[in-house]
């Protein structure tokens, strides 16, 4: 889908599109959501101290995610895209917060495939990425084959898993529920010290599918601190979305 017809559909957002052009588009593919529930005050002593007062809770808990995904065609506005950072494995660690209204993402970290990509995303975003040595493979019936190894501090950060849709029926993230609060989020958050940065996305609305995974490493939430509850994950999985990036806004 082009940039036109994405920006055409604003309906579901929770607030308008941000000012100014969108600098950046990828596609993002096969991902698992894989969600515990913890308890906030442990994610809130993970997270910097700038952005804790702003985190959400769901039924009384803050929600760590683990995400696997396959990015494509990664690309700055007008510009074709660099082989070796326009399509990658990616792993994210994230939690949930809203700052002045506007409900967001905050990762704690993004492990990544290529090293153009960790760069780029480190110097032009503050985001926490960091170098993997990733493995995928996607068989005909949608099975998902995924590991990840990191190879820089901290460590061990590790993630081996298999996953696939349930069922072929869809699912949109209705008003108020949990599907919501996961995924109709439409900017990231990042901190500086004290300041604030925030990098607005947009995109369709999410269709989900109901998802099974068998987990066999995870270690990505305790490498940043973070203590997952020895229960079984929500889990969603989404086939692919085209994805539209503003740049950084960095607070003052």
Known sequence: MDAAAILNQTAHRPYPLPPGPWVMSQTWRDLL?????????????????????????????????????RMFDV?????????TAANFAELNVRTYVTVEGKPGVYFFSLDAESRLAVIGARVGFGLNYKFAKMKVSTSERGQVEYSSVRKERPKPAEFVAGYAPESAKMLRATPGSLEQFFVERYCLYTSHGPHIGRANIHHLPWELQRA?????????????G???????PMLHF???????????????
């Open 226 to 232: 973070i203590a997952l509850p020895d229960t079984k």
């Open 75 to 83: 690309h700055l506005r007008g510009t074709p895209g660099i082989p």
């Open 238 to 252: 989404a086939k692919e979305m085209d994805v539209l990036v503003w740049p950084l806004e960095r607070g003052s």
């Open 33 to 69: 959501f894989a969600h515990w529930p913890v308890n906030a005050d442990q994610v809130r002593a993970a997270m910097p101290p700038a952005l804790g007062p702003y985190l959400d809770t769901f039924d009384g808990s803050a929600w760590v995610g683990v995400i696997p995904l």
């Open 212 to 224: 099974k995974a068998t987990i066999k490493t995870n270690s990505m939430a305790e490498a940043n």
